[in-house]
């Protein structure tokens, strides 16, 4: 039996939350360790993550730890996914490597342009940034556009093949946002393919659970 991974994060932000559910896809024990956005900056946490954000992991399995939610993604996959449920072998390199392509997609495309979409809309000083707002909100748009014409062209219910796997599952904490960051965005009839492919993937038990954690810590953080 596997020793519990510790999951360093925090409760609002997705990055942490999407490696929960890999964690619960891969039935592998942890513990989710909140960290404070200030101790994020400083010792002990930062040997963790030299960048001072989250997520990390230890892994006391393997002694090893790690800081980057892509990077822990492929770290427990290639370390624990041996038979192959969120994944494929490179056996079947096509299917294998752009399951990678579509992970680096999610965190070079959809992380940093809903994070910042956030950020303007909800948390920047200035307001009234009409420009900006408008270009994150069309690079939402774009995002999603990509995924959605992607599974048209393709034909199948998951980003590659008929199977979900870890790239599927990366997007699928962020797009609970979209309804906050572009609440004029008719997805459901704009991008019908997306809108099914992102129910089918919050259904699963993992996801259910995960978004299950979340709001209870969230509640139990407001007492």
């Known amino acids: 039996m596997a020793k519990p991974i510790t999951l360093y994060g ?10 929960a559910i890999v964690l619960e896809e891969l039935g592998l024990p942890y513990d989710y360790k909140v960290v404070s956005f200030p101790d994020m900056k400083k010792e002990p946490y930062e040997s963790k993550n030299p960048n001072g954000r989250v997520p990390a992991i230890d892994d006391p399995n ?3 730890t790690l800081f980057e939610s892509g ?3 492929e770290y427990l996959i290639d370390t624990y996914d041996t038979t192959h449920i969120l994944s494929y072998p490179l056996s079947s ?9 579509w992970l680096h997609f999610q965190m070079s495309g959809q992380g940093p342009y809903f994070g910042q979409k956030a950020w ?7 307001k009234n940034l009409t420009s900006v707002l408008d270009r994150y909100a069309n690079e939402i748009k774009r995002v999603v556009g990509v995924i959605d014409r ?13 199977k979900c796997t870890f790239a599927d599952l990366s997007f699928v904490m962020w797009d ?5 960051l572009v609440p004029d ?3 459901r009839t704009e991008c019908p393919h997306f809108t099914a492919w992102n129910d089918r993937v919050s259904a699963r038990a993992s996801v259910k659970k995960v978004l299950a954690d979340k709001e209870k810590m969230a509640a139990a953080e407001k007492k």
Do not use: M
């Not at 925090?10 to 490696?19: F, Y």
């Not at 390199?93 to 392509?101: A, F, I, N, Q, V």
């Not at 303007?120 to 200035?126: L, M, P, R």
């Not at 609970?176 to 906050?180: R, W």
């Open 10 to 19: 925090h409760i609002s932000g997705p990055n942490p939350w999407k490696v």
């Open 62 to 64: 393997t002694g090893i």
């Open 71 to 73: 990077a822990i993604i």
């Open 93 to 101: 390199p096509r299917e294998h490597y752009l399951s990678l392509s």
């Open 120 to 126: 303007f809309s909800f948390f920047h000083v200035e």
């Open 150 to 162: 992607h599974l048209k062209t393709q034909g199948t219910q998951y980003l590659v093949g008929e």
């Open 176 to 180: 609970q946002s979209l309804p906050h």
């Open 185 to 187: 965005f008719e997805i």
